[in-house]
């Protein structure tokens, strides 16, 4: 007996540490190639519209990081932010995002918005911030159009750090969304002690529209934007049948694949110059 729980045990840990190194072994290269990557011909920004209801006006987009490897493997953003923040390379990384992001929001016509995230690092470092607001001002894009979206485990490890980095992005004029709203353990502290203009409902609660619970916890939240005077959009809209219950919630922004998935700058660029709606 004993020496089958042994083996038992043995070849568990076997097969536990080869997954455990195989995943360490590809985040290091993951790493490697993020440190030796040209950031401006690797990365590319993608936009997702913003879309007004019920006319379905495109008021804006948000950014979306894009990584291709020389080898020309895709690797998404769930995956390299964390990697980015872990090594320090997310302070050059979100900059060149950003600048890049402006650039070609600016060369659209019309008065975009653009929504961009930053991370907990990013928020919490005020040589960031100083950066990203001469990003705007180098572009001359006016600052009330730019939204940077955020998240509250973003700002629960350093809160006064986040909160003094966060006064100075409203100061300069710029609008503060917080992001994934209703998945986070404290969303309505947060709500109301940061300086917060936009709520951004979590697609989760969109998936389940047809559960009168959570059409009740949207019709809420919407309320609550409403009674504090904030903004809300709505992530994640994927069919036609989930509009038609948001637009009797009086949702007024919404986001998702069923208006468009993030679109490489060129597309959104040509269809700018066709229609402003989706
Ligand atoms: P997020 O900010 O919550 O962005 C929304 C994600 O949902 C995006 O995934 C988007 O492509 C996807 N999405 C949009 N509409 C739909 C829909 O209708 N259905 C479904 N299932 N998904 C939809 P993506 O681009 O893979 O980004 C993942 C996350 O990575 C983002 O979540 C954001 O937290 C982070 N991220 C992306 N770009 C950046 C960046 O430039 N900087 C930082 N710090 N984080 C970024
Ligand atoms: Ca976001
Ligand atoms: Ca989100
Ligand atoms: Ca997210």
């Not at 950003?98 to 995230?117: C, H, M, W, Y």
């Not at 947060?190 to 389940?208: A, E, M, N, T």
């Not at 922004?253 to 660029?269: D, I, K, N, R």
């Amino acid at each position: 007996a004993l020496y089958n729980s042994k083996t038992t045990t043995r070849g568990r840990t076997t097969v536990y540490s080869s997954e455990h190194e195989a995943r360490i072994r590809s985040e290091r290269a993951i790493e490697c190639a993020l440190q030796s990557a040209d950031l401006s011909k690797e990365f590319q920004v993608y936009f997702q519209p913003i879309v007004s209801l019920p006319d379905r006006t495109v008021i804006g987009f948000e950014a979306l990081a894009r990584w291709q490897t020389p080898d020309l493997n895709w690797i998404c953003p769930d995956t390299f932010i964390p990697i980015a923040e872990r090594t320090g390379l997310i302070h050059r990384l979100t900059l060149s995002l950003f600048d890049t992001a402006v650039r070609q929001i600016k060369s659209l016509p019309g008065e975009l918005g653009l929504s961009f995230n930053l991370s907990a690092h990013d928020i919490t470092s005020p040589e960031t911030v100083g950066s990203l607001l001469d990003v705007i001002r180098r572009h001359q894009y006016d600052p009330r159009l730019i939204t940077f979206e955020i998240t509250e485990t973003a700002v629960i490890g350093s809160y006064e750090a986040a909160e003094t980095c966060l006064q100075t992005l409203r100061e300069a004029g710029v609008k503060l969304a917080l992001d994934d709203f209703g998945t986070g353990y404290s969303s309505l502290g947060y709500l109301h002690r940061l300086p917060i203009d936009c709520v951004k409902i979590d697609r989760s609660f969109v998936s389940g529209l047809d559960d009168p619970v959570a059409k009740g916890v949207v019709r809420s939240i919407v309320n609550l934007c409403q009674s504090m005077r904030m903004l809300c959009v709505v992530e994640g809209v994927e069919e036609a049948s989930q509009l038609d219950v948001l637009q009797s919630l009086q949702c007024r922004l919404v986001q998702g694949y069923h208006f468009s998935p993030a679109l490489p700058f060129a597309e959104v660029h040509d269809g700018a110059h066709k229609t402003g709606t989706v």
